[in-house]
């Protein structure tokens, strides 16, 4: 992930730099809603609109990891830690 980051953070630094963090939450939000979106139109009883453009798991999924990563990156958190720590947390590795 620290590779990932440092990609982000350079693009970010080329496109007018980091949004505050309540906007960097609002569009968070934003994207883990066009994730559930598209989730309930693919698995669940919502169905699409004819005029509507189809949008795959995966891209919902990537703009959702996208700014996960802006918003870490913004306040210095380290996600390669915070994946491992979180793991050891659901292993039961520790309390």
């Known amino acids: ?14 496109h007018g730099g980091y949004w505050p963090p309540l906007s960097m939450l609002a569009r ?9 979106r598209e989730i309930n139109l693919v698995y669940g009883m919502k169905k699409r ?9 995966e891209d919902e999924m990537g703009d959702v990891l996208f700014n ?6 913004y306040l210095e958190i380290d996600l390669d830690k915070v994946f491992s720590d979180t793991m050891e947390k659901v292993q039961g ?3």
Do not use: H, T, Y
Request: aromatic share 4%.
């Open 1 to 14: 992930m620290r590779e990932k980051q440092k990609e982000v953070d350079a693009w970010i630094s080329e």
């Open 68 to 73: 996960l990563i802006c918003f870490a990156n």
């Open 49 to 57: 609109k004819p005029e509507e453009k189809i949008k795959q798991i």
């Open 28 to 36: 968070l939000m934003e994207e883990v809603g066009e994730l559930s």
């Open 93 to 95: 590795k520790r309390s």
